[in-house]
């Protein structure tokens, strides 16, 4: 039986990982400017949803630009090049994240919308977030959710990121549920992996940034892929219901 629905925040309630894409993309950029944006925008689908140091390592990497960081290290106080391009993506994504508008623009409607849903079907709502606190409060905020959650999750939180399942298991713990009474919604391939491996249910919404990588992940079966936002509640719905 399901007792809690469990939220990632990030590419799930609001469009972020999209501001995320530009903004390590436009960073990139300020490393080697003949990449494009797109390159770096494809290479971010692989890794969406997982940590800034393992995002930030990959596109360092993929695109040989470790040593044009590491010429920047005393320039952004940074001890590895791969906090380099983090610390330019931040403040990019931070300037973007400063218009409360853009945010508002951002919001998964339908997501959003079993927030309310989860109530009615007497379940208890968590957040889990790879998000810092300060960020999440302040998207949640101007989105005039952060009181729908019984218990929130962050960054600071945990000591091991998705897709780790760490953060998962202490939004149980303290929703007081089991895992297996909870079900995830997730957009990422590392978020879904963090989900199964603490023994929850899972239900992915496919995303413009994700929609190929989970499915070409095979981590849920097809039915728990949700490509239509308007079957969302449809299908969280006949889940929560499932055994009851």
Same mark, same amino acid.
């Given at each position: 039986m399901i007792r809690a629905l469990i939220f990632d925040m990030d590419g799930t309630l609001v469009q972020t990982e999209r501001l995320k894409a530009l903004a390590y993309a436009r960073a990139a950029r300020m490393l080697d400017p003949r990449l494009s944006e797109e390159q770096v925008i494809e290479v971010f689908k692989e890794v969406v949803g997982l940590s800034r140091r393992r995002v930030s390592q990959t596109i360092l990497e993929r695109f040989g630009l470790e040593e044009a960081a590491r010429s920047r290290l005393d320039e952004f106080g940074a001890a590895h090049p791969w906090q380099v391009l983090t610390r330019m993506r931040l403040a990019l994504y931070e300037e973007m994240l400063s218009d409360p508008e853009m945010i508002r623009a951002s919001a998964w409607p339908h997501t959003i919308a079993l927030l309310d849903a989860a109530r009615r079907w007497g379940c208890k709502v968590g957040?889990?977030?790879?998000?810092?606190?300060?960020?999440?409060?302040?998207?949640?905020?101007?989105?005039?959710?952060?009181?729908?959650?019984?218990? $929130?999750?962050?960054?600071?939180?945990?000591?091991?990121?998705?897709?780790?399942?760490?953060?998962?298991?202490?939004?149980?713990?303290?929703?007081?549920?089991?895992?297996?009474?909870?079900?995830?919604?997730?957009?990422?391939?590392?978020?879904?992996?963090?989900?199964?491996?603490?023994?929850?249910?899972? $239900?992915? $919404?496919?995303?413009?940034?994700?929609?190929?990588?989970?499915?070409?992940?095979?981590?849920?079966?097809?039915?728990? $892929?949700?490509?239509?936002?308007?079957?969302?509640q449809e299908v969280a719905e006949a889940r929560v219901r499932q055994g009851e």
């Amino acid at each position: 039986m399901i007792r809690a629905l469990i939220f990632d925040m990030d590419g799930t309630l609001v469009q972020t990982e999209r501001l995320k894409a530009l903004a390590y993309a436009r960073a990139a950029r300020m490393l080697d400017p003949r990449l494009s944006e797109e390159q770096v925008i494809e290479v971010f689908k692989e890794v969406v949803g997982l940590s800034r140091r393992r995002v930030s390592q990959t596109i360092l990497e993929r695109f040989g630009l470790e040593e044009a960081a590491r010429s920047r290290l005393d320039e952004f106080g940074a001890a590895h090049p791969w906090q380099v391009l983090t610390r330019m993506r931040l403040a990019l994504y931070e300037e973007m994240l400063s218009d409360p508008e853009m945010i508002r623009a951002s919001a998964w409607p339908h997501t959003i919308a079993l927030l309310d849903a989860a109530r009615r079907w007497g379940c208890k709502v968590g957040l889990a977030t790879m998000s810092s606190c300060s960020r999440a409060a302040h998207i949640l905020d101007i989105l005039g959710v952060r009181h729908r959650f019984d218990f $929130i999750a962050a960054l600071e939180d945990v000591e091991h990121p998705k897709p780790a399942p760490e953060i998962y298991l202490l939004v149980a713990e303290e929703l007081d549920v089991l895992p297996h009474e909870c079900l995830v919604l997730e957009d990422s391939p590392g978020g879904v992996q963090a989900a199964l491996a603490a023994g929850m249910e899972v $239900i992915a $919404i496919a995303t413009p940034l994700t929609r190929e990588a989970l499915h070409r992940s095979n981590l849920l079966p097809p039915e728990r $892929i949700v490509d239509d936002p308007a079957r969302l509640q449809e299908v969280a719905e006949a889940r929560v219901r499932q055994g009851e």
